[in-house]
Protein backbone atom coordinates (compact mmCIF):
# COMPACT_ATOMS: atom_id res chain seq x y z
CA UNK A 1 0.00 0.00 0.00
CA UNK A 2 1.97 2.82 -1.48
CA UNK A 3 -0.32 5.87 -0.17
CA UNK A 4 0.47 9.35 -1.63
CA UNK A 5 2.54 9.33 -4.31
CA UNK A 6 4.26 12.51 -5.38
CA UNK A 7 6.55 12.69 -8.24
CA UNK A 8 9.24 14.48 -8.70
CA UNK A 9 10.87 14.72 -5.73
CA UNK A 10 12.87 17.68 -6.54
CA UNK A 11 12.84 20.21 -9.66
CA UNK A 12 14.73 23.14 -11.15
CA UNK A 13 12.71 25.28 -13.47
CA UNK A 14 13.93 28.29 -15.30
CA UNK A 15 11.54 31.69 -15.09
CA UNK A 16 8.34 31.09 -17.46
CA UNK A 17 8.59 27.32 -17.88
CA UNK A 18 5.71 24.90 -17.14
CA UNK A 19 5.41 21.84 -15.45
CA UNK A 20 3.10 19.00 -13.85
CA UNK A 21 3.96 18.24 -10.68
CA UNK A 22 2.30 14.25 -10.13
CA UNK A 23 0.12 13.04 -7.18
CA UNK A 24 -1.45 9.86 -7.20
CA UNK A 25 -3.23 7.62 -4.05
CA UNK A 26 -4.37 4.14 -3.59
CA UNK A 27 -6.51 4.44 -1.27
CA UNK A 28 -10.06 5.24 -2.57
CA UNK A 29 -10.01 8.65 -1.29
CA UNK A 30 -12.44 10.98 -2.97
CA UNK A 31 -11.02 14.33 -1.32
CA UNK A 32 -7.56 15.35 -2.13
CA UNK A 33 -5.45 18.69 -1.94
CA UNK A 34 -2.02 20.66 -2.81
CA UNK A 35 -0.57 22.89 -0.42
CA UNK A 36 2.82 24.79 -0.55
CA UNK A 37 4.88 25.50 2.09
CA UNK A 38 7.23 28.33 1.90
CA UNK A 39 10.21 28.54 4.09
CA UNK A 40 9.23 28.87 8.29
CA UNK A 41 6.11 29.19 6.98
CA UNK A 42 2.86 27.19 7.40
CA UNK A 43 1.00 25.20 4.77
CA UNK A 44 -1.17 27.25 2.03
CA UNK A 45 -4.00 25.14 0.15
CA UNK A 46 -3.62 26.17 -3.20
CA UNK A 47 -6.30 23.83 -4.76
CA UNK A 48 -8.88 20.65 -3.65
CA UNK A 49 -10.81 18.17 -4.78
CA UNK A 50 -13.74 16.38 -3.77
CA UNK A 51 -13.91 13.85 -6.20
CA UNK A 52 -13.12 13.27 -9.67
CA UNK A 53 -13.71 15.85 -12.09
CA UNK A 54 -14.78 18.77 -9.13
CA UNK A 55 -12.52 20.76 -8.09
CA UNK A 56 -12.24 24.45 -5.78
CA UNK A 57 -9.68 26.80 -5.15
CA UNK A 58 -8.18 27.21 -2.20
CA UNK A 59 -6.33 30.40 -0.25
CA UNK A 60 -3.21 31.03 -3.69
CA UNK A 61 -4.69 29.08 -6.99
CA UNK A 62 -3.21 31.80 -8.99
CA UNK A 63 -0.57 30.53 -11.05
CA UNK A 64 -1.62 26.88 -10.60
CA UNK A 65 -4.04 24.51 -12.44
CA UNK A 66 -5.20 21.24 -11.56
CA UNK A 67 -7.84 18.51 -12.91
CA UNK A 68 -8.76 15.17 -11.76
CA UNK A 69 -10.09 12.82 -14.35
CA UNK A 70 -9.76 9.77 -11.78
CA UNK A 71 -10.01 9.10 -8.24
CA UNK A 72 -6.48 8.21 -7.87
CA UNK A 73 -4.74 11.19 -9.71
CA UNK A 74 -4.29 14.93 -8.75
CA UNK A 75 -1.76 16.85 -10.93
CA UNK A 76 -1.13 20.47 -10.12
CA UNK A 77 0.33 22.34 -12.84
CA UNK A 78 1.96 25.12 -12.86
CA UNK A 79 2.00 27.57 -15.98
CA UNK A 80 4.77 30.32 -16.45
CA UNK A 81 7.26 29.57 -13.26
CA UNK A 82 7.69 32.68 -11.30
CA UNK A 83 10.79 32.80 -8.54
CA UNK A 84 7.55 33.26 -5.93
CA UNK A 85 6.70 29.84 -6.78
CA UNK A 86 10.00 28.26 -4.98
CA UNK A 87 8.54 26.21 -2.24
CA UNK A 88 7.82 22.54 -1.19
CA UNK A 89 4.65 21.47 -2.68
CA UNK A 90 2.45 18.35 -0.54
CA UNK A 91 -0.14 16.61 -1.70
CA UNK A 92 -2.84 15.07 0.61
CA UNK A 93 -5.89 12.56 0.55
CA UNK A 94 -8.62 11.68 3.12
CA UNK A 95 -11.81 9.86 3.01
CA UNK A 96 -15.06 11.74 2.54
CA UNK A 97 -15.95 11.09 6.80
CA UNK A 98 -16.21 13.88 8.67
CA UNK A 99 -13.38 12.76 11.03
CA UNK A 100 -11.26 11.54 7.66
CA UNK A 101 -7.33 11.64 8.15
CA UNK A 102 -5.43 13.89 5.95
CA UNK A 103 -2.74 11.46 4.56
CA UNK A 104 0.53 13.51 2.91
CA UNK A 105 2.82 12.52 0.28
CA UNK A 106 6.57 13.13 1.01
CA UNK A 107 6.90 16.49 -0.66
CA UNK A 108 8.11 18.31 -4.12
CA UNK A 109 10.66 20.68 -3.74
CA UNK A 110 10.25 23.01 -6.37
CA UNK A 111 13.41 25.97 -6.88
CA UNK A 112 12.67 28.45 -10.00
CA UNK A 113 15.75 30.45 -10.79
CA UNK B 1 -15.63 29.94 8.09
CA UNK B 2 -14.54 27.74 11.11
CA UNK B 3 -11.27 29.01 12.47
CA UNK B 4 -9.01 28.54 14.77
CA UNK B 5 -6.46 30.02 17.17
CA UNK B 6 -3.35 28.55 18.42
CA UNK B 7 -0.13 30.04 20.43
CA UNK B 8 3.05 31.12 18.28
CA UNK B 9 5.18 28.84 20.30
CA UNK B 10 5.35 27.28 23.39
CA UNK B 11 8.14 25.48 25.01
CA UNK B 12 8.74 22.47 27.82
CA UNK B 13 11.26 20.01 29.47
CA UNK B 14 12.25 16.61 28.22
CA UNK B 15 9.50 14.07 29.99
CA UNK B 16 7.40 16.52 31.42
CA UNK B 17 3.56 16.85 29.67
CA UNK B 18 2.79 19.56 27.39
CA UNK B 19 -0.53 20.92 26.96
CA UNK B 20 -1.24 22.83 23.23
CA UNK B 21 -4.21 24.65 23.29
CA UNK B 22 -6.67 25.75 20.20
CA UNK B 23 -9.40 28.09 20.21
CA UNK B 24 -12.21 27.63 18.22
CA UNK B 25 -14.73 29.67 18.92
CA UNK B 26 -17.37 29.12 15.73
CA UNK B 27 -17.13 25.88 15.32
CA UNK B 28 -19.73 23.63 13.78
CA UNK B 29 -22.16 21.00 15.36
CA UNK B 30 -20.18 18.32 12.73
CA UNK B 31 -17.02 19.62 12.31
CA UNK B 32 -14.28 17.06 13.61
CA UNK B 33 -11.10 18.86 15.90
CA UNK B 34 -7.98 17.50 14.06
CA UNK B 35 -4.50 18.05 15.21
CA UNK B 36 -1.54 17.57 12.59
CA UNK B 37 2.50 18.20 13.25
CA UNK B 38 5.53 18.54 11.03
CA UNK B 39 8.52 17.31 12.34
CA UNK B 40 11.58 19.60 11.06
CA UNK B 41 12.09 19.04 7.60
CA UNK B 42 8.93 16.80 6.79
CA UNK B 43 5.80 16.18 6.09
CA UNK B 44 2.73 17.08 8.22
CA UNK B 45 1.12 13.90 9.87
CA UNK B 46 -1.88 13.00 11.59
CA UNK B 47 -2.09 12.98 15.04
CA UNK B 48 -5.16 13.14 16.70
CA UNK B 49 -9.16 13.96 16.11
CA UNK B 50 -12.51 13.89 18.42
CA UNK B 51 -15.72 15.15 17.88
CA UNK B 52 -17.12 15.74 21.26
CA UNK B 53 -15.26 12.91 24.06
CA UNK B 54 -11.66 12.83 24.69
CA UNK B 55 -9.34 10.85 22.63
CA UNK B 56 -6.78 8.89 23.51
CA UNK B 57 -4.11 7.23 21.20
CA UNK B 58 -0.57 6.03 21.31
CA UNK B 59 0.41 9.56 20.20
CA UNK B 60 -1.07 12.10 22.40
CA UNK B 61 -4.88 12.86 24.01
CA UNK B 62 -7.47 15.38 22.79
CA UNK B 63 -9.33 17.28 25.61
CA UNK B 64 -12.18 18.90 24.09
CA UNK B 65 -14.04 21.67 26.15
CA UNK B 66 -17.96 20.59 26.84
CA UNK B 67 -19.05 23.53 24.39
CA UNK B 68 -17.00 22.59 21.89
CA UNK B 69 -15.52 26.08 20.98
CA UNK B 70 -11.85 25.12 22.66
CA UNK B 71 -9.18 22.02 22.95
CA UNK B 72 -6.24 20.96 24.32
CA UNK B 73 -3.57 18.73 22.73
CA UNK B 74 -1.63 16.67 25.57
CA UNK B 75 1.93 15.07 25.59
CA UNK B 76 1.93 12.81 28.20
CA UNK B 77 5.69 13.04 28.74
CA UNK B 78 7.44 15.01 26.00
CA UNK B 79 10.34 13.96 24.36
CA UNK B 80 13.16 15.71 22.14
CA UNK B 81 11.13 13.91 19.09
CA UNK B 82 7.92 15.89 20.30
CA UNK B 83 9.74 18.98 18.94
CA UNK B 84 7.79 20.43 15.52
CA UNK B 85 5.02 22.70 14.95
CA UNK B 86 1.29 21.34 15.42
CA UNK B 87 -1.87 22.65 13.74
CA UNK B 88 -4.88 22.10 14.95
CA UNK B 89 -7.56 22.70 12.17
CA UNK B 90 -10.92 22.27 11.26
CA UNK B 91 -13.29 22.06 8.00
CA UNK B 92 -12.55 25.80 5.99
CA UNK B 93 -16.39 25.34 4.82
CA UNK B 94 -18.93 28.99 4.61
CA UNK B 95 -18.37 29.52 1.30
CA UNK B 96 -20.60 27.64 -0.48
CA UNK B 97 -20.46 25.06 -3.44
CA UNK B 98 -17.41 22.66 -2.60
CA UNK B 99 -16.01 24.16 0.72
CA UNK B 100 -16.95 20.99 2.80
CA UNK B 101 -14.43 19.66 2.41
CA UNK B 102 -11.97 22.59 1.71
CA UNK B 103 -9.23 22.04 4.85
CA UNK B 104 -6.59 24.74 5.64
CA UNK B 105 -3.93 24.91 7.95
CA UNK B 106 -3.21 27.95 10.05
CA UNK B 107 0.33 29.35 11.52
CA UNK B 108 0.27 26.25 13.93
CA UNK B 109 2.29 26.13 17.23
CA UNK B 110 5.88 25.96 17.31
CA UNK B 111 7.01 23.65 20.39
CA UNK B 112 10.51 23.82 21.96
CA UNK B 113 11.17 20.77 23.78
CA UNK B 114 14.24 21.56 26.23
CA UNK B 115 16.76 18.46 27.15
Known amino acids: NAGVTQTPKFRILKIGQSMTLQCAQD?????MYWYRQDPGMGLKLIYY???????DKGEVPNGYNVSRSTTEDFPLRLELAAPSQTSVYFC????????????FGEGSRLTVL | DAKTTQPNSMESNEEEPVHLPCNHS???????IHWYRQLPSQGPEYVIH???SNVNNRMASLAIAEDRKSSTLILHRATLRDAAVYYC????????????????FGQGTILTVHP
Open chain 1, 92 to 103: ASRTSDFGGELF
Open chain 1, 27 to 31: MNHNY
Open chain 1, 49 to 55: SVGAGIT
Open chain 2, 26 to 32: TISGTDY
Open chain 2, 50 to 52: GLT
Open chain 2, 89 to 104: ILRDYGGGGTSYGKLT
